[in-house]
């Protein structure tokens, strides 16, 4: 790539947008889709590639962090860029899968402002706005009152692998983290968190002739179901966060049965709960043991409950510098003077655990990520690059 020089104190210019939806474009036509937990090979292979040449070609150093099973995060850094806060813009790589999807997942089609393809809104928008500005910024870096970095992150849509595995294993070191997500180009200082919590019944099987001779497991979690949504789902609903709003949790699995004539011995259902800023899955356990437990005497109802996956929720103060000063380049640009929360959670959950100053913002609206026909408006995708620039100023 011929290497461009830019003025950081500009607003996007024809050319500038051009480059960067020629960019976007290029991003959506490399597949990395993620089918889920039985994942076989290297989906992000190609675009971590991709991603790897362009950091180069800004003169950054590029580490490759593979995970065991060979999925791959790209981290940039400029050499010599010491003394100074780190902060680490990142965005993940992967995709959810293309089936049914009513236009070519891959090949980045406009239409009426907008452009259509698997990523295109969550998150190749935001990877595509952070390799620009980065490139913007190159060659003013010196001058920053920040190290800033630069991190793509593997298997995200799979409950963020990718970015638990490099801080569990201490290999990311930042004191504020940007992460691209689609917020509408809104500065998001806080999100819901996620517990997926596992519920079992155990009965006696018998021939479904006699049923007296059984206990039914799938009857004893129909009585458990009844009373989580009696008991459980009211109360957690009452609780309000002044930028989330309530908690909230749906039953999205069950299983049960072996075959039609025989009574079902065993019963699971899978409970997705979505936790506020400072909910733990110790205290949630510990709750619905006590609204559960009457079941044992009065019901019969034989049940385990265990957690899963928990996923810890964020919230940043919108006091602290850093987050006023993005939040006044927001402003200059698109107007939206209030930092926003948002229902889904994302990679900043796990740098924030390291201490990290974490917000969320990216083009893009959550309601089309993951859709039959996911598209970006390009207006945003402008937007959020010309907030991060004033932000760079």
Not at 10 to 39: A, F, R
């Amino acid at each position: 790539m011929q290497k461009e020089h830019y003025s950081l104190d500009m607003i996007l210019i024809e050319q500038n947008k051009t480059e960067l939806l020629s960019l976007l474009k290029m991003l959506i036509s490399i597949p990395s889709v993620n089918t889920g937990e039985n994942q076989q090979g290297i989906p992000e292979q190609a675009i971590a590639e991709f991603v790897g040449g362009y950091l180069k070609d800004i003169g950054m150093e590029v580490e490759w962090l593979r995970m065991p099973n060979g999925r791959p995060n790209v981290l940039g850094r400029w050499p010599g860029s010491k003394n100074k806060k780190v902060l680490i813009l990142t965005a993940h790589m992967d995709t959810v899968n293309v089936e049914g999807m009513t236009s070519d997942p891959f090949a980045g089609k406009m239409h009426g402002g907008r452009i259509y393809g698997r990523g295109a809104c969550d998150t190749k928008g935001s990877l595509a706005v952070y390799l620009w500005v980065l490139r913007a910024i190159a060659d003013h870096r010196d001058m920053l009152d920040m190290d800033v970095q630069f991190l793509a992150t593997c298997d995200e849509e799979n409950g963020c692998v990718g970015s638990t595995w490099l801080t569990e294993n201490n290999l990311i070191k930042a004191d504020r983290v940007i992460v691209g997500e689609p917020t509408n180009c809104e500065i998001a200082i806080a999100h819901r968190g996620s517990i997926v919590l596992e519920f079992y019944t155990t009965g006696v099987s018998a021939h479904a002739s006699v049923p007296e001779r059984g206990d039914n497991a799938v009857y004893q979690m129909s009585d458990l179901i009844n009373c989580l949504r009696k008991e459980w789902l009211a109360k957690i609903a009452q609780g309000a966060h002044p930028v989330l709003g309530n908690a909230c949790a749906s039953v999205t699995m069950i299983q049960g049965g072996l075959r039609y004539n025989i009574i079902p011995d065993q019963c699971k259902i899978v409970v997705d709960m979505r936790i506020l800023p400072g909910q733990e899955p110790e205290a949630i356990l510990q709750e619905l043991e006590g609204i559960l437990c009457p079941l044992r005497q009065t019901d019969k109802v034989n049940y385990r409950i265990c957690c899963q996956s928990h996923q810890p929720a964020l919230y940043t103060d919108p006091e602290i510098p850093f987050v006023k000063k993005l939040l006044q380049a927001g402003r200059e640009v698109t107007g939206k003077a209030e930092p926003v929360g948002v229902p889904y959670f994302a990679d900043s959950s796990q740098f924030a655990r390291l201490g990290a100053e974490c917000v969320l913002l990216g083009p893009g609206d959550i309601a089309q990520a993951h859709g039959a026909c996911e598209f970006l408006e390009l207006e945003q995708l402008y937007q959020s690059a010309e907030i991060l620039l004033r932000f760079f100023t």
